[in-house]
């Protein structure tokens, strides 16, 4: 039972690494009918996007607070290292109450620190939306921008009013 879930926390952890990649390189936006990624190779996600966007103020006001909200977040690291750090002792600990304990908490506060990263992920990308809207209001050429129809992109957003849960897997073989 120990193997299995050990192993079964590998794959998962192993897994989102994938999906990461997958959506950062593939994003594109059509301007002028011609393909730009909108995340370059830059550290920045959206920078792809700047060139135009810096032509509208407001429009670059949605990107900035995008690339802010995109940064790291010290509080998730943190939060999924304590899970992390939880699971593993319980997977080396010897009292049968403990482990139990430690490996239930570590497990749940792993799934907890994603679920939020993930949500937070997902209602971020409301602001490069709107960057995108701002500046097709008042600026030619048009930037042609759609995520949830890029087959690459966000999928599997589950949304209720006023808030969006945000669970995506691309399995490729």
Same mark, same amino acid.
Request: hydrophobic letters at 40%; a neutral charge.
């Given at each position: 039972?120990?193997?299995?879930?050990?192993? !079964?926390?590998?794959? &998962?952890?192993? %897994?989102?690494?994938?999906?990461?990649?997958?959506?950062?390189? +593939?994003?594109? =936006?059509? #301007?002028?009918?011609?393909?730009?990624?909108?995340?370059?190779?830059?550290?920045?996600?959206?920078?792809?996007?700047?060139?135009?966007?810096?032509?509208?103020?407001?429009?670059?006001?949605?990107?900035?607070?995008?690339?802010?909200?995109?940064?790291?977040?010290?509080?998730?690291?943190?939060?999924?290292?304590?899970?992390?750090?939880? !699971?593993?002792?319980? &997977?080396?600990? %010897?009292?049968?109450?403990?482990?139990?304990?430690?490996?239930? +908490?570590?497990? =749940?506060? #792993?799934?907890?620190?994603?679920?939020?990263?993930?949500?937070?992920?997902?209602?971020?990308?409301?602001?490069?939306?709107?960057?995108?809207?701002?500046?097709?209001?008042?600026?030619?050429?048009?930037?042609?921008?759609?995520?949830?129809?890029?087959?690459?992109?966000?999928?599997?957003?589950?949304?209720?009013?006023?808030?969006?849960?945000?669970?995506?897997?691309?399995?490729?073989?």
């Amino acid at each position: 039972m120990r193997n299995f879930l050990f192993g !079964l926390v590998l794959i &998962f952890a192993l %897994s989102l690494q994938n999906v990461s990649a997958v959506e950062t390189c +593939s994003r594109i =936006a059509i #301007i002028n009918y011609q393909e730009i990624l909108v995340d370059s190779n830059a550290s920045e996600k959206g920078e792809g996007l700047r060139y135009h966007l810096e032509k509208d103020p407001k429009a670059l006001q949605y990107l900035n607070n995008y690339q802010e909200n995109s940064a790291i977040r010290w509080p998730n690291a943190l939060l999924g290292t304590a899970g992390t750090g939880l !699971l593993l002792f319980g &997977f080396f600990t %010897s009292d049968s109450q403990d482990r139990q304990l430690y490996l239930i +908490s570590g497990a =749940a506060t #792993i799934l907890v620190n994603f679920l939020v990263a993930r949500t937070l992920e997902v209602t971020n990308e409301a602001n490069l939306n709107k960057a995108v809207e701002e500046y097709n209001k008042r600026n030619l050429p048009k930037i042609y921008f759609n995520p949830e129809n890029n087959p690459q992109g966000p999928q599997g957003n589950m949304s209720f009013p006023g808030f969006k849960i945000g669970l995506a897997k691309n399995w490729s073989f």
